[in-house]
């Protein structure tokens, strides 16, 4: 298992796993909040549109913010793919996708980086993706 202070080849040191759940708590609350708020207004709009508002969010983030969800602005985290390339709207909704895929087999899917070298959750495996410190 690597250490807090490795480095994947020349993208950047690899995120903490505390690091990564604060970011992700963050992002959950956010979205939350705008969710709330959202079927408040609207009422009734059903679970779907709470997938693609937290869809939208994750590839607006991903996408055209330079890989930083706010969440992962304020821990200085940001998501990259193993190759070094800007993540593409592909990437951010396999990456979304897989966040509901690990969850569904008892969250093995996040536990996962517990185990990895390179700290990834199923989501990073599926999108090529990892996250590094900023």
Not at 56 to 69: A, I, N, P
Not at 89 to 117: C, E, K, N, Q
């Amino acid at each position: 298992m690597m250490n807090a202070k490795m480095k994947h080849e020349d993208i950047g040191e690899l995120a903490g796993l505390g690091e990564r759940f604060v970011a992700r708590l963050i992002d959950g609350l956010i979205l939350g909040c705008l969710t709330g708020i959202l079927f408040g207004l609207f009422r009734g709009p059903g679970g779907g549109a709470g997938l693609l508002i937290g869809f939208v969010y994750e590839w607006y983030f991903l996408t055209q913010r330079d890989g930083q969800t706010p969440g992962k602005l304020v821990m200085g985290l940001r998501v990259v793919r193993t190759n070094a390339a800007p993540l593409n709207t592909v990437d951010a909704g396999i990456r979304y996708l897989g966040y509901y895929i690990g969850s569904a087999f008892f969250s093995l899917g996040l536990l996962w980086a517990l185990f990895d070298d390179k700290r990834r959750c199923w989501h990073d495996f599926f999108a090529g993706t990892l996250v590094v410190r900023a």
